[in-house]
């Protein structure tokens, strides 16, 4: 047995037992031994009987009387006992563990740990834990104890009794050379899980966070190289006199950042194996424009190019963007959404932008060259498709607006090249953004009124709720239908639209186009609109209990409006508008700058929403651990051409010990 080894090769785990444990994501016994406490139970002190106080929870350590099944006067089944040590005796009571009396023998020596309490108008040690005395160290009682993340018949207890015999029974030798600062791994793991003080918890922290930071950078080095060992049939030759030519077309100038970031995706292209390239940028970064610079490349070389889009809303805003700027050109832009009854991609669609209706195995591709991905589609299971489908390796670009610390994305995205678009197009002017208290909501909507109608042409607005309708538990936060009809009332000047996520893709459709043209001056949404909705027209966006949302979220939203030459503006309400964190909005502007702000603010948290998306976040490691996360690149980069020497090392990366977050 060792850490690689099938969790059923444990000592009393059978497939009853295993099936539970995979409830926690325990499939190993490596799974099994990195199931790590998150608090501890100080049991160290060892109570008298004869001192204890009602209320107090306490550790004795004595003799025991033969446990009693009885039966309370309404029929409740009861097990009592006699608990005695030098200074006295206590009444102990348990409830409904009638196996107690076969367990617990006369005169056994035993240590207890319970609340005392009044039973019968006396005190008593109520339902304790319970563990025999065998001459050996205990594992339960008298020390630290560390209380687990639990399941449904698996309690901390027998977690801790497997834990605690793994920890004796395999060779932890370390399976890899760390480096000298940190903790060996026998060490680590006794400590985080057995400490003799609680200052010995933080340095074996220390050395498991290493470990998976150090296994997510082996993993992403692995599948880079695998990557580029792929060979393309047709490499793509880079026309660049035609490049410019499109370039110069475009009806605005290219920003510095996307000019290196399209030299650097063309270099790509060029190259015999497949790009794998993210593109990260603000909301209005123009990130669009350089992906529709790949994707000509691919056309000029008689490719396909699919652009993903996480929503029907995203797919038709960039099948528009893209068509305006190719239509030119004489290339056409399909659409394939769930709604679409086309089956195969035909070849007159050089470029077809589409949602997860694209990874259908019912349509045929002709030939993709480049695939887009845009957001929050998962990139190896959107990749996999794609290639099985297409027959070959294509060009894979995904491009995110989440704001990412420069740090962590080379950690979370470790196997892709990066290219960032720093600057915003010229003309346009910040978000003025203001957090606003209850007491100023009516002045508030009254200077909206004013913004609606006193500009020139009429300016638009959204008002953004977290729910689609009323909480019951959340009664003070407002919500998208409550609020567009009470809205009504407030603005009966206005013409409002009213947006969420369970309306069909028709009235969405319907509600977007009438306050793109202009036919409604306010639109009523709930988060839906964070992605794929572009109306230069809007200069005022309205976030109610803007604190239920992360910096990362309000920064897309606020996005939102700012999309032309126009002042815009940001209302944050909130019932707490004092907070640091909703403060740094109206300071800052650049995502990244927020993205950091929120990592040292509120911890690694959700930040990305990768919790909401289903991926899976660190055992141990946090995104904030930056000089942990830099030393692990570090020693991956150096031991990689030696893995083959360190074979548990090996098979820990190609079971996929580690969870690899991907781009989302």
Request: glycine share 6%.
């Amino acid at each position: 047995m060792n850490l690689a080894s099938p969790i059923t090769s444990v000592p009393g785990i059978g497939p009853a037992f295993a099936k539970k444990l995979a409830r926690l994501q325990v499939f190993t016994v490596f799974d099994l031994i990195y199931h790590l406490p998150f608090r501890y139970e100080d049991r160290s002190r060892i109570y008298r009987a004869a001192s204890v106080q009602p209320g107090e929870t306490v550790t004795l350590v004595g003799t025991l009387d033969k446990v009693t099944n009885t039966f309370t006067r309404r029929g409740k089944n009861l097990q009592t006992a006699n608990f005695t040590d030098a200074s006295g005796s206590l009444p102990v009571i348990w409830f409904n563990q009638s196996f107690l009396s076969r367990t617990l023998t006369p005169g056994s020596r035993v240590a207890l740990y319970g609340k005392i309490d009044f039973f019968s108008r006396r005190p008593a040690l109520i339902s304790p834990e319970y563990e025999l005395m065998t001459g050996q160290p205990f594992i339960h009682m008298g020390r630290l104890v560390p209380i687990y993340p639990e399941t449904l018949g698996l309690s901390s207890k027998w977690l801790r009794t497997k834990i605690f015999s793994l920890l004796h029974q395999l060779d932890l030798t370390d399976y890899f050379p760390p480096p000298p600062e940190f903790l060996s791994l026998q060490s680590a793991l006794t400590r985080i899980h057995f400490p003799d003080q609680l200052d010995q918890v933080a340095p074996a922290r220390h050395r498991l966070a290493f470990d998976e930071l150090f296994l997510l950078h082996l993993t992403a080095l692995l599948r880079r190289a695998a990557w580029l060992k792929t060979k393309l049939t047709h490499p793509f030759a880079v026309d660049n006199t035609a490049v410019a030519g499109f370039i110069s077309s475009l009806p605005f100038a290219l920003t510095l950042s996307q000019k290196q970031a399209i030299t650097e995706i063309l270099s790509d292209l060029s190259l015999p194996h497949p790009a794998n390239r993210l593109l990260e940028g603000d909301v209005g970064s123009g990130k669009t424009v350089v992906a529709a610079v790949a994707a000509y490349v691919s056309y000029l070389n008689g490719f396909q190019t699919l652009f993903l889009a996480p929503t029907q809303i995203l797919a038709v805003q960039h099948r528009e963007t893209l068509s305006s700027m190719f239509t030119p050109f004489g290339i056409d832009v399909g659409l394939i959404t769930s709604q679409s009854k086309a089956k195969t991609v035909q070849s007159k669609f050089k470029i077809v932008v589409g949602t997860h209706a694209l990874l259908s195995k019912k349509i045929e591709f002709d030939r993709v060259g480049l695939v887009v991905i845009d957001e929050q589609h998962r990139f190896g299971v959107a990749q996999r498709a794609l290639a099985t489908q297409t027959g070959r390796s294509p060009h894979i670009l995904t491009m995110t607006a989440t704001p990412i610390p420069r740090t962590i994305a080379l950690t979370l995205y470790g196997d892709l090249d990066l290219s960032w678009l720093e600057f915003s197009p010229a003309g346009r002017l910040p978000v003025k953004t203001w957090v606003v208290p209850e007491a100023k909501r009516q002045a508030a909507y009254r200077w909206l009124a004013g913004q609606i109608s006193d500009l020139p042409a009429g300016r638009q607005a959204f008002i953004v709720c977290p729910f689609i309708d009323d909480s019951e538990t959340l009664s003070s936060v407002r919500s998208a239908t409550s609020e567009f009809q009470r809205l009504q009332d407030i603005f009966p000047q206005f013409r409002l639209g009213l947006l969420h996520g369970r309306l069909k893709s028709a009235e969405k459709t319907a509600v977007i186009d009438a306050f793109r043209a202009g036919q409604t001056q306010i639109l009523v949404s709930t988060p839906v609109v964070e992605v794929g909705i572009d109306v230069p027209n809007a200069a005022v966006i309205v976030i109610e209990a803007a604190d239920r949302f992360g910096l990362a979220q309000l920064h897309q939203l606020r996005g939102r409006v700012g999309r032309s030459s126009h002042q815009s503006y940001c209302l944050l309400f909130s019932e707490t508008p004092d907070t640091a964190r909703l403060k740094a909005l109206e300071t800052h502007h650049s995502g990244r700058q927020l993205a950091e702000i929120d990592l040292r603010l509120r911890g690694p948290g959700q930040i990305y929403g990768t919790a909401q998306h289903g991926s899976s976040q660190f055992k141990v490691a946090a995104f904030s651990d930056l000089d942990i996360i830099a030393t692990a690149k570090t020693n991956a980069q150096h031991l990689l051409p030696r893995l083959s020497d360190y074979p548990v090392l090996l098979s820990l990366i190609k079971d996929d010990k580690i969870n690899i977050v991907q781009p989302n």
